[in-house]
């Protein structure tokens, strides 16, 4: 079953911090964040694995809450850059390599 | 450069015709995924490979075929019997695990098929 991200859409200004979330219904191995500008590939930010770990990339980072099977990402002080679709894939086992679920995406825009 | 190369990048097709799309990587990489993107659903997985001459169905892989005869290769064919075929078609590939998985997929550019 599809993860479930929310909000589906966010509207920043430069500098501004958002959190995206990826719900889950079923138990996870690990969470995969992707984010895909309009017309491009979508391009790796991180994994995570069970065990709870928080990532981090520059200024996005994310946890990962094994327990409620949810994680989330984490964008500060945002830049023009970070425009685009982001995508959270879910992985079951630790063999799935990237036979990933992914959510419906959440369109992040960010103004000057 | 190494990547992933996806041809063509767009494509019209006729009703009842047949089509494939080509993906090619050179980042000798074993296993290769085949997604499809519909506006507001994310990104399905169709098929997958995770060695030569081995693949394995996706959760939508109904009018869908591949082949993995060589490793940088794994085409998809779009057939008569996919009833909506009109969609982003991504390709990506990943380390195996044979070697040490860092989670990421690389993704081709894409391919957008319409049906006419």
């Known amino acids: 079953q599809q993860p479930v991200q929310s909000p589906q859409a966010v509207i920043l200004r430069e500098g501004e911090d958002a959190v995206i979330n990826c719900s889950s219904s079923k138990a996870l191995y690990s969470v995969h964040w992707y984010r895909q500008k309009h017309g491009e590939a979508p391009v790796f930010l991180m994994i995570?694995?069970?065990?709870?770990e928080q990532k981090g990339h520059e200024k996005i980072s994310a946890s990962f809450n094994e327990k409620k099977q949810q994680s989330s990402l984490y964008l500060t002080a945002s830049q023009l850059s970070y425009s685009g679709t982001y995508f959270c894939g879910t992985a079951a086992g630790g063999t799935s390599y990237g036979k990933l679920t992914f959510g419906q995406g959440t369109i992040l825009t960010v103004h000057p | 450069d190494g990547g992933i190369t996806q041809s063509p990048k767009y494509l019209f097709r006729k009703e009842g015709q047949n089509v494939t799309l080509s993906c090619e990587q050179n980042?000798?990489?074993?296993?290769m995924y085949w997604y499809r993107q519909d506006p507001g659903q994310g990104l399905r997985l169709i098929y997958y490979?995770?060695?030569?001459?081995?693949?394995q169905k996706g959760d939508i892989a109904e009018g869908y075929s591949v082949s993995r005869e060589k490793k940088e290769s794994f085409p998809l064919t779009v057939t008569s019997a996919q009833k909506n075929p009109t969609a982003f078609y991504l390709c990506?590939?990943?380390?195996?695990?044979?070697?040490?998985?860092?989670?990421?997929?690389?993704f081709g550019e894409g391919s957008r098929l319409t049906v006419l």
């Open positions: 990506a590939s990943s380390i195996g695990l044979e070697r040490e998985y860092t989670g990421e997929l690389f």
């Open positions: 490979s995770q060695i030569v001459n081995d693949f």
């Open positions: 995570l694995l069970k065990g709870g």
């Open positions: 980042l000798n990489h074993d296993a």
